[in-house]
T-cell receptor, first 113, second 115 residues
């Protein structure tokens, strides 16, 4: 199994550009999450989804949008990129039971210049 | 609101010795889970160990054990017989038993194992 796959692994954007970070999981997990990790910090929740068609905001949703049209895919959209969005982005998934660990993708390193 | 505190920005340990990484948490939810993740320099997040709030015994997974003191709201990670490959960032995280089930992370501890 591939687990959680994120693309791209690296990207440089100019201020004001837009892009979509892709996330796909093949474990049939219903819960999916997007986190960002700023240098020297822990991860912070951007958005999450409890199933296809259902999404909700996390701690730091401003400047981002998500959609969940299938169980497998949970893309994160950046509109009008800003330098403050320079970060490493992680997608994760699980079945949602409280004792189940989240499975993480390898991350996308994004720089906004 | 949930909060996770890791007070040790960096730790050093000699190879083959044990090390304890501290984590305290704050929540009003009686049902919660505590997780430890390892992040090596390559950047991926690796799940290490889990402790549930209602678990009677401390969790163990190989060389990893969790010193869970519920009354003190602490969930310290103990790594026994440290290896050079244990050098990494370690994150404590918590998830409530209800609601969005997302993780709240601490700021992490960078562990360096010295030969």
């Amino acid at each position: 199994n591939a687990g959680v796959t994120q693309t791209p692994k690296f990207r440089i954007l100019k201020i004001g550009q837009s892009m979509t970070l892709q996330c796909t999981q093949d474990m049939n997990h219903n819960y999916m999450y997007w986190y960002r990790q700023d240098p020297g910090m822990g991860l912070k929740l951007i958005y999450y989804s409890v199933g296809a068609g259902i999404t909700d905001k996390g701690e730091v949703p401003n400047g981002y949008n998500v959609s969940r049209s299938t169980t497998e895919d949970f893309p994160l959209r950046l509109e009008l990129a800003a330098p403050s969005q320079t970060s490493v982005y992680f997608c994760a998934s699980n079945f949602g039971q409280s004792n189940q660990p989240q499975h993480f993708g390898d991350g996308t390193r994004l720089s906004i210049l | 609101a949930q909060k996770i505190t890791q007070t040790q920005p960096g730790m050093f340990v000699q190879e083959k010795e044990a090390v304890t990484l501290d984590c305290t948490y704050d929540t009003s939810d009686p049902s919660y889970g505590l997780f430890w993740y390892k992040q090596p320099s390559s950047g991926e997040m690796i799940f290490l160990i889990y402790q549930g709030s209602y678990d009677q015994q401390n969790a163990t997974e190989g060389r990893y054990s969790l010193n869970f003191q519920k009354a003190r709201k602490s969930a310290n990670l103990v790594i026994s017989a440290s290896q050079l490959g244990d050098s990494a960032m370690y994150f404590c995280a918590m998830r409530e038993g209800t609601g969005r089930r997302a993780l709240t992370f601490g700021s992490g501890t960078r562990l360096q194992v010295q030969p």
